[in-house]
């Protein structure tokens, strides 16, 4: 992690009003989990590390977050949006 972007912008009324609120607490733990491994690696998160790094080997733990598309897939990487637009700042 570059030492120029120690933390990323959480906007509290984002996350009340979002769809994350749809979602398990476990499930919001595993975002904010995922929202901290992905901004340390600046946006290089592949699936595959992401399940067994934070979910233990269950692909299930991540299946909820892509169907309700908090967060999505694209060529086998994780991709969460709101952090890449503050990455690309």
């Known amino acids: 992690m570059a030492k120029e972007l120690p933390y990323f912008k959480f906007e509290p009324n984002q996350w009340e009003n979002g ?4 979602c398990s607490r476990e499930n919001k ?3 904010i989990d995922l929202c901290s491994m992905y901004w ?7 699936v595959k590390l992401a399940i ?3 979910c233990a080997g269950n692909t299930n733990a991540l299946n909820s977050l892509f169907e309700e598309n ?9 991709c969460i949006d709101f952090l890449n637009e503050q990455l690309s700042e």
């Open 19 to 22: 769809n994350i609120q749809i």
């Open 29 to 31: 733990g595993l975002f």
């Open 40 to 46: 340390s690696r600046l946006g290089d998160l592949p």
């Open 52 to 54: 067994q790094k934070l």
């Open 70 to 78: 908090i967060i999505a897939q694209k060529e086998g990487y994780i």
